[in-house]
Nanobody, 116 residues
């Protein structure tokens, strides 16, 4: 069964860094675009970043450009979100997503809290 599982969320101070990981299982990660989303309670889930099949194209929402970097290691079936210069407004549950054969697979999320 295809699934993706996030890890790496934590409490971090403003200005700090975290790296989130998303491990895929049940399907080959190569051949699929993947991305990261986030959700604050009471608000809609929003896109953060996505990366193309072989990693040569990335897209970021304006609010993370220059601070976050998405990457992937298809051999390890894992993709990442490096988050630098974190701000309190980055506090959210972060979800990874993979679109596989027309089906969206979501992880259960990992909580990132940015607070002093």
């Amino acid at each position: 069964q295809a699934q993706v599982v996030e890890s790496g969320g934590d409490l971090v101070q403003p200005g700090g860094s975290l790296r989130l990981s998303c491990e895929a299982s049940g399907f080959a990660l190569d051949g699929h675009t993947v991305g990261w989303f986030r959700e604050v309670p009471g608000q809609e889930r929003e896109g953060v970043a996505c990366i193309s099949i072989n990693g040569d194209i990335t897209n970021y929402e304006d609010f993370v450009k220059g601070r976050f970097t998405i990457s992937r290691d298809n051999a390890k079936r894992t993709f990442y979100l490096q988050m630098n210069s974190l701000k309190p407004e980055d506090t959210a549950v972060y979800y990874c997503n993979a679109l596989v054969d027309g089906v969206n697979y979501w992880g259960k999320g990992t909580l990132v809290t940015v607070s002093s």
